[in-house]
C-alpha cells in the first residue's frame, strides 16, 4: 500500500513521523527537478526514517550526471538508490541500476531466477545485465568537466546558427527538466514568419531521414538535447532544421 504524505506545496517532518507504522516497508524519496520546493530534504527524511529503523529509497533514474549521485545517497545513509540503465549512462534500456544494502538488494534477487514470481515474466536477460555493467564502467570514464565544455559549444552552435533563421529564436536552457546539469537549446518558432509552425517542424523532423525526435516546450518550442548525440550527430540536427526552416 502506497501511503502519500504532504501537499504540493509543503511537507512537514511531522506528517512523515505520523504515517510511519509497524508495517512501513520503505520511505520512498523522488530525486529530481519536477518535485516541489516544499518537500522534506534528503537528510531529515534519512534521519527521521532512521530514528523507526526504516530504510529510505532514492528514485534518482535520471539524476546522472553527476556521476557521484551514483555513491553519494547511499554515503549519506539512504537504504537503495536506483538509476535508469539507459538515459545518460547509454546502457540498455531495459534494465535499470540499485546500489546500497547488501541485504536488501539479496531480497530482491529473490524475485528473480530460478524462482516464479512477479520477477519471471519481467525480468533482466543476461546481454541487459553485461551491457549494463559495461555501460557503468565506461561511464565512470567519462570526464564530465570535459563532457559540460563540449555539450554547452554544442548548444551554443545551435543558437548562432538557428538565430539565422527568419522567425526562429533560439537560446540556451538549463538545467533539464529533470534537473539534470545539462544544456539544451530552446527553440522558439513563430510561424508566422518562418513559414511553419512548431508542430510541422517536430513532424518534419521525425519523418525524416535519419528520424530526429525533440520534445515540444509550450506552444511554440522545441528542445535541442546533445545528451545522446554521437559525435557529428549535433551537425545532422543542425541541417536538418536547417532544411525544413531555411
Not at 508542430?199 to 530526429?212: F, K
Request: proline share 5%; with cysteine; hydrophobic share 45%.
Amino acid at each position: 500500500k502506497l501511503v502519500e504524505i504532504g501537499s504540493a506545496l509543503s511537507t512537514a517532518a511531522w506528517e512523515l513521523e505520523a504515517a510511519i507504522n509497524e508495517k512501513t516497508a520503505a520511505i520512498f524519496w523522488f530525486q529530481g527537478g519536477m518535485t516541489g520546493r516544499g518537500d522534506l530534504p534528503l537528510s531529515k527524511v534519512i534521519e527521521i526514517a532512521n530514528l523507526h529503523n526504516v530504510p529510505v529509497v532514492v528514485d534518482g533514474a535520471a539524476q546522472v550526471p553527476p556521476t557521484e549521485n551514483l555513491w553519494k545517497w547511499t554515503q549519506m545513509g539512504v537504504a537503495l538508490a536506483i538509476f535508469s540503465g539507459g538515459k545518460d549512462l547509454h546502457g540498455p534500456q531495459s534494465s535499470g541500476l540499485v546500489v546500497g544494502r547488501k541485504d536488501l538488494i539479496e531480497a530482491m534477487r529473490v524475485n528473480g531466477n530460478p524462482n516464479q514470481g512477479i520477477g519471471r515474466p519481467m525480468k533482466v536477460g543476461k546481454e541487459e545485465m553485461v551491457g549494463l555493467l559495461k555501460a557503468v564502467e565506461l561511464y565512470l570514464q567519462i570526464d564530465q568537466e570535459a563532457r559540460a565544455s563540449q555539450d554547452d559549444e554544442t548548444v551554443a552552435g545551435w543558437c548562432i546558427e538557428l538565430n539565422k533563421l527568419s522567425g526562429v529564436q533560439a537560446e540556451r536552457s538549463f538545467p533539464n527538466e529533470a534537473g539534470q546539469p545539462l544544456p539544451r537549446a530552446l527553440v522558439r518558432i513563430d510561424a508566422s514568419k518562418a513559414g511553419q509552425a512548431r508542430d510541422d517542424v517536430v513532424a518534419a523532423l521525425l519523418n525524416g531521414a535519419p528520424a530526429i525526435a525533440v520534445s515540444n516546450a509550450g506552444e511554440d518550442g522545441i528542445y535541442l538535447n546533445p545528451m545522446t548525440l554521437a559525435d557529428g550527430e549535433e551537425e545532422i540536427v543542425l541541417r536538418r532544421l536547417q532544411e525544413i526552416l531555411g
